[in-house]
């Protein structure tokens, strides 16, 4: 099986071999019966192994062309068993518009552990270079990044983290493995909210990490055990399913998302329009070349002020005002007081006047209509 949306089907999910189910069963179960003391057929306990969870890692690693994936219960949860193979004194370098919750997790919980943590303009190698010391150990990038949307080139940053003995980690929630591959362009590590567009219903908690690292791999699934950060099996059932769709859902998301940037860029009460399909996108020539689309993300700021941005988030009847992105509905948001709420004041802080949609598979002429009436408020 090679094609993408072949292999999200049936990638881990063949049918049971005592029942004959096409869907891989939701295992109920805390604990497993021992054929002999200290002998078990598959797991000895729930926050070992599950074999819904197995389905899910099985078929999560093969889409982005990884030898191991470990599923967990949050993108949080995710992130900080890989934040937690760094050590006292480490220094990680991170995009200057990284999502807040991973900044928070950085800088007030490893923070005082004593990891050093520096944010910098991924475009600019040369500020790149500059911000290297002898204890990096790790660059953190989301490409796409959130909410303002930059691209940056995956192989450079592969090349100047090895170049410093560096692993490259890559944020692959926005693009999904539908659309970018990141370990197949040189990072060593992929991190996912499965939360959004894996799940793509707006109903399920998950986190995922991928990597071809089989040490790595040793200890991020030691952390899972250890640690106990397990998503639930019928959690896991639910990212299985969504996994089944999400390149059919991905082309309508991308489909949708250019034409609200296209309907955003050309209105008069729209100041600037971020969606790396638009030709004036900085970094438009760079995710042509290692995306097969663009995504389902858009952000734009309004000509006008805080106050008039906050009244249209709240006007739209169609697009909800919600917190979290990548399910089949679409969503609206101000990041500055939402989601990136923890970074204000800081060098990561976005624009006051910025709005942040995840556009969904509805109807296109409906969601215009609806961003159309609320922009003319």
């Given amino acids: 099986m090679n094609g993408f949306n072949t292999r999200a089907i049936h990638v881990g999910s063949e049918p049971d071999a005592a029942t004959g189910a096409v869907n891989p069963p939701v295992y109920l179960t805390s604990t497993y019966a021992q054929d002999a003391v200290g002998v078990a057929r598959f797991s000895d306990y729930g926050r070992s192994n599950n074999p819904t969870r197995a389905a899910l890692e099985s ?25 937690r193979t760094l050590s006292p004194g480490d220094h990680v370098i991170m995009g200057n518009d990284a999502y807040g919750g991973t900044y928070r997790l950085l800088t007030r919980v490893f923070g005082k552990w004593g990891v050093r943590a520096t944010s910098v303009d991924f475009a600019d190698l040369g500020a790149l270079e500059a911000a290297f010391s002898d204890s990096t150990t790790m660059l953190w990038v989301e490409t796409p990044s959130n909410p303002l949307l930059n691209v940056v080139s995956i192989a450079a940053l592969a090349g100047a983290a090895h170049d410093h003995g560096a692993r490259l980690v890559v944020d692959n929630t926005f693009a999904t493995p539908y659309l970018q591959q990141p370990l197949a362009l040189g990072a060593d590590v992929v991190v996912h909210s499965t939360t959004k567009y894996v799940g793509g219903h707006s109903d399920v908690l998950g986190g995922f990490v991928a990597t071809n690292d089989d040490e790595l791999a040793g200890t991020l699934r030691f ?27 991905m082309d309508r998301h991308c489909s949708n998302a250019r034409a609200v940037a296209a309907f955003l860029e050309g209105h008069p009460a729209v100041g600037r329009v971020y969606y790396p399909g638009l030709a004036s996108h900085p970094g438009h020539e760079i995710a042509a070349a290692q995306m097969s689309d663009f995504g389902g993300m858009v952000s734009f700021t309004l000509a006008s002020g805080t106050d008039v941005a906050k009244k249209v988030c709240e006007s739209t009847t169609v697009f909800t005002l919600a917190e979290s992105l990548g399910g089949v509905e679409s969503l609206i948001e101000l990041p500055s007081v939402m989601t990136h709420l923890s970074v204000a004041g ?6 006051d006047n910025l709005i942040r949609l995840s556009v969904g598979i509805e109807d296109i002429e409906d969601l215009i209509e609806d961003l159309a009436a609320a922009l003319a408020l």
């Fill in 223 to 249: 952390h899972q055990f250890a640690i106990g950060a397990v998503p639930g099996p019928l959690d896991c059932y639910l990212l299985v399913r969504g996994l089944k769709t999400l390149g059919v859902r």
């Fill in 346 to 351: 800081s060098t990561l802080a976005p624009p």
């Fill in 59 to 83: 078929c999560l690693a093969d889409l982005e062309g990884a030898r191991h994936g470990v599923a967990f219960a949050s993108g949080m949860a995710g992130e900080d068993a890989l934040l």
